[in-house]
């Protein structure tokens, strides 16, 4: 749909934020085990390494330049639409989940899609390819599931200046509230600029190869310095590195804050 008309890009979660009572209690025992295992102490260069990777680049690059920071340069709110009240629910804590993690970015849910730049398709399994096809068309539908064989999805539309200016999110509501909540965590935050997943950083939701149905420590360092104000759209990898120190030292004291860790 919007891949026509201005630059966009996509990221995918193959099948493979928070606790809240309504997951089903094999998901919470999942959910709690990963947060007790989860590395909550990074060196400087990890976080950087890591924000750099995801930042610039992207998963799967349909249109446009990919070596600039993308990202919404103002309030951003998120309609759900879909027939599962449930699923609706369980998205409206994810979406405040993030809200109180992320200092500087004002995101919260919108009563109605013309009042949303953030839509959240949420869809029957069975339903997922020909929702893609209905967003993307035939033949980018087609290149999206022979290669990524996606469980959920998420793209942006960005401007001349690289500011998000819409972003689509799809999401399964029948696989169990474990793949539900750790699509939305990730498509969510993918959807917000950083949509290049690697494999290479271990401790991000944006590596296939992690699954975790919460919003973890370490991406929090990645999303608070990407909604920093001093790291604006269109800014280069060499503009990002040299605003980096002072950032990270201003977004370690909010995370550590926010999640009661150590000095």
């Given at each position: 749909m919007?891949?026509?008309?201005?630059?966009?890009?996509?990221s995918?979660v193959?099948?493979?934020g928070?606790?809240?009572?309504s997951?089903?209690?094999?998901?919470?025992?999942?959910?709690?085990?990963?947060?007790?295992?989860?590395?909550?102490?990074?060196t400087?260069?990890?976080?950087?390494?890591?924000f750099?990777?995801?930042?610039?680049?992207?998963?799967y690059?349909?249109?446009?330049r990919v070596?600039?920071i993308?990202?919404?340069?103002g309030p951003?709110?998120?309609f759900?639409?879909g027939?599962?009240?449930?699923r609706?629910?369980q998205?409206?804590?994810?979406?405040?989940?993030i809200?109180?993690?992320?200092q500087?970015?004002d995101i919260?849910?919108?009563?109605?899609?013309?009042d949303?730049n953030?839509?959240v398709?949420?869809?029957r399994?069975?339903d997922?390819?020909r929702t893609?096809?209905?967003?993307?068309?035939?033949?980018?539908?087609?290149?999206?599931?022979s290669?990524?064989d996606p469980?959920?999805?998420?793209?942006?539309?960005k401007?001349e200046k690289?500011?998000?200016?819409?972003?689509?999110?799809?999401?399964?509501?029948?696989?169990g509230?474990?793949v539900?909540?750790?699509?939305?965590?990730?498509?969510?935050?993918?959807s917000?600029?950083p949509?290049?997943d690697?494999e290479s950083?271990?401790?991000?939701?944006?590596n296939?190869?992690?699954?975790r149905?919460?919003?973890g420590?370490y991406?929090q360092?990645?999303?608070?310095?990407?909604?920093?104000?001093?790291?604006?759209?269109?800014?280069?990898?060499?503009?990002?590195k040299?605003?980096?120190?002072?950032?990270?030292a201003?977004?370690r004291?909010?995370?550590?804050?926010?999640?009661?860790l150590?000095?």
């Amino acid at each position: 749909m919007y891949l026509r008309t201005l630059t966009a890009a996509v990221s995918v979660v193959a099948l493979g934020g928070i606790f809240v009572p309504s997951m089903a209690s094999a998901d919470i025992l999942a959910v709690a085990q990963r947060q007790r295992a989860e590395k909550k102490v990074f060196t400087d260069s990890e976080i950087v390494e890591g924000f750099l990777k995801v930042a610039f680049g992207a998963e799967y690059h349909l249109a446009g330049r990919v070596d600039r920071i993308r990202k919404y340069d103002g309030p951003v709110r998120v309609f759900a639409d879909g027939s599962r009240a449930d699923r609706k629910a369980q998205l409206t804590k994810i979406v405040a989940d993030i809200a109180a993690r992320v200092q500087h970015l004002d995101i919260a849910m919108a009563g109605s899609l013309e009042d949303a730049n953030v839509q959240v398709k949420l869809v029957r399994d069975r339903d997922l390819h020909r929702t893609i096809t209905t967003f993307y068309g035939s033949d980018r539908a087609k290149e999206i599931r022979s290669s990524l064989d996606p469980q959920c999805l998420s793209g942006f539309r960005k401007n001349e200046k690289f500011e998000i200016e819409h972003s689509d999110v799809i999401l399964t509501v029948d696989n169990g509230d474990f793949v539900f909540f750790d699509c939305a965590y990730e498509e969510l935050l993918q959807s917000l600029g950083p949509i290049n997943d690697t494999e290479s950083v271990p401790w991000t939701v944006f590596n296939d190869n992690v699954s975790r149905g919460y919003f973890g420590v370490y991406d929090q360092y990645l999303l608070n310095l990407l909604y920093d104000p001093r790291i604006k759209p269109g800014m280069t990898v060499q503009e990002v590195k040299a605003l980096l120190p002072d950032v990270l030292a201003d977004v370690r004291a909010w995370v550590r804050k926010v999640n009661n860790l150590p000095q």
